[in-house]
């Protein structure tokens, strides 16, 4: 096995459970308390999936999305001791403009939360003349301040790189319409100052592999690596009965994240478990965030489970990163550099 070591903060509190005895050869397992939130998990709240959570200070902390009892999406903050127990503020976040006024929007889903220097960012799916992305940011988590939308509609699953590479920001998004997208790929934004994005860079698209021949998307935050960005995202297959949701692993380059150096080529994690295959919309694993221990290598990954419930899988730096390029699937066509 090789020494990849995770270049980031020691989180020596980071959720762990060993692999079990005769799991799957595949580098992930499963939190065998599996799932970790609920239905009904506060008044008001039908469901809790797809959300994000990170350390904070000694403890953990999260932005949830919250399936109101109206059917609306919204966004809730969470804390917890272990990362696995959460409680949830009973009101959504309170978003506001620059100027201090309430600023929410209309609905909000699918949040990712990643810290870039001093400062931490929500970033999510909203209205915007059709889904687009929305972004706030914090340094207290009592004072959450919208900024600019960065891209035009439509476009989902924004993930915010934690640094900046060459002096920009960096942003993972999948352009969209405005329907349940039926296709799509992962592109890459530079921003010097998160209002003003170019040098757009396709990264990877949907392939031949059956698992993810419809679309793709990103997920957890990329982790900064010795070996690259490690990156897990998700991919999706149309069956006879709707879609399936799997998790897939790739890693980028560290300068030139628009470079792809492996991408799996098989899945690291499906529907298997009866809390993925059913619930609101069945058959789905849906990575947010994942947190991660550079002392040990340990990855706690943290998904939604069919639009219904919240899991934590597991798996170390160097095993997903070895069973990555064992089963290397890069083409010529996952990054085209030269198109513009």
């Avoid at 692999?19 to 009904?40: C, D």
């Avoid at 469901?47 to 999305?65: C, E, K, L, Q, T």
């Avoid at 439509?154 to 352009?175: D, I």
């Avoid at 529907?271 to 849906?286: D, H, I, Q, T």
Wanted: hydrophobic share 35%; charged share 20%.
């Amino acid at each position: 096995m090789s020494n990849v070591k995770i270049i980031g903060q020691n989180v020596p509190n980071v959720p762990w459970q060993e692999r079990p005895e005769g799991s799957s050869t595949l580098p992930v397992w499963r939190y065998r308390e599996n799932p970790i939130i609920g239905r009904n998990p506060l008044p008001g709240v039908a469901r809790i999936f797809n959300s994000a959570v990170m350390p904070y200070g000694d403890a953990f902390i999260g932005v949830f999305r919250g399936e109101q009892t109206n059917g609306i999406p919204y966004i809730y903050l969470g804390r917890s001791k272990d990362a696995i127990h959460w409680e949830f503020d009973q009101d959504k976040i309170p978003f506001q403009d620059e100027d201090g006024n309430a600023f929410m929007p209309e609905y909000a889903y699918d949040p990712r939360l990643v810290k870039v220097e001093d400062t931490y960012y929500i970033i999510w799916c909203q209205d915007f003349y059709g889904a687009s992305i929305g972004m706030a940011k914090t340094t207290d988590f009592q004072t959450f301040t919208r900024v600019e939308n960065p891209f035009l509609p439509f476009n989902r699953n924004a993930v915010l790189f934690p640094r900046k590479v060459n002096g920009n920001f960096l942003m993972l998004s999948r352009p969209s319409d405005s329907g349940h997208t039926p296709f799509g790929d992962i592109f890459l934004s530079e921003s010097p100052d998160l209002v003003f994005w170019g040098k757009h860079r396709h990264v990877m698209g949907k392939n031949d592999q059956w698992w993810q021949n419809l679309k793709i998307g990103g997920g957890a935050a990329p982790i900064e690596t010795s070996e690259g960005w490690l990156l897990f995202y998700h991919g999706v297959t149309g069956t006879c009965n709707g879609y399936v949701y799997s998790i897939g692993g790739a890693i980028l380059d560290i300068d030139q994240p628009s470079v792809v150096k492996h991408r799996c080529s098989t899945f690291l994690l499906t529907p298997e478990e009866w809390y993925e295959e059913r619930g609101f919309v069945p058959n789905v694993a849906f990575p947010c965030a994942t947190i991660h221990d550079a002392a040990s290598g340990r990855i706690a990954i943290y998904y939604g489970c069919a639009d219904t419930y919240v899991g934590l899988a597991f798996t170390t730096v160097d095993e997903v990163t070895d069973y990555i390029k064992a089963h290397d699937s890069v083409s010529d066509t996952d990054t085209e550099i030269g198109k513009r």
